[in-house]
């Protein structure tokens, strides 16, 4: 059990992939201009992070080692095409908004990168802690990202007016240079809460 819990806080701090690892930069930094689109994307990559994460570590000995990242994609691209009929059939708005971005979690570096250093290697109950740790880590990355972003950019969170009619918008903030900002603060602060806790 504390082995379990161990593999899922890692994700969630200590092993970031926004903050720490720095890994899924493409949907990060364009997709993140509001909360809902944010909260859609870490949702679409946590199902195929955990979804691929348990095959993978179901069948990894049936694997050759040969042809293991290759069968990875394919496993992978499976759970992409299914989450991105879901959205088009269920939810077009959020389908729209995340464009191409969806697709492209196929090639998402903190996906395969799980896959290759940790289901690959891990039995089933703690491949699923760590995707979970992960797929967390990452959407509360991307909805703090981009509820600073709608805020200061739009004035609201979640399409909810917060600043008023009389705020006055920093459109700079929902375009992509308003991300790099955004996302540069954010790893600086995380870099400086963990030196402290450290006690360096």
């Known amino acids: 059990m504390y082995q ?10 200590e092993e970031h992939p926004l903050f720490v690892m720095i890994l899924g930069m493409c949907p990060t930094l364009a997709v993140t201009n ?4 944010g909260l859609a994307m870490g949702l679409a990559t946590s199902f195929v992070l955990i979804s691929s994460e348990i095959v993978i ?15 990875f ?31 492209l ?8 990168g799980r896959q290759e250093s940790f289901a690959s290697q891990n039995p089933v109950h703690r491949s699923i802690a760590d995707a979970l740790g992960m797929g967390i880590g990452f959407t ?19 399409g909810a007016e917060i600043l008023g009619t009389g705020y006055r918008q920093m459109i700079f903030m929902i375009l992509p240079g308003g991300a ?19 006690g360096n």
């Not at 379990?4 to 701090?13: E, T």
């Not at 790099?180 to 450290?198: A, D, E, Y």
């Open 4 to 13: 379990l819990i161990k593999d899922f806080k890692q994700g969630l701090w």
């Open 34 to 37: 509001t909360a809902i689109n």
């Open 57 to 71: 570590s179901l069948v990894k000995k049936l694997i050759p080692n040969d042809v293991r990242i290759p069968s």
């Open 73 to 103: 994609i394919l496993i992978i691209a499976t759970f992409v095409t299914f989450t991105d009929y879901f959205l088009k059939a269920f939810l077009p708005d959020i389908a729209a908004s995340l464009s191409l971005f969806v697709p």
């Open 105 to 112: 979690i196929v090639v998402n570096c903190l996906i395969l």
């Open 140 to 158: 509360w990355g991307l909805v703090v990202l981009s509820i600073i972003r709608e805020l200061l950019g739009m004035g609201s969170i979640f």
């Open 180 to 198: 790099f900002i955004t996302l540069g603060i954010l790893v600086g602060i995380i870099n400086l809460i963990n030196l402290k806790r450290s």
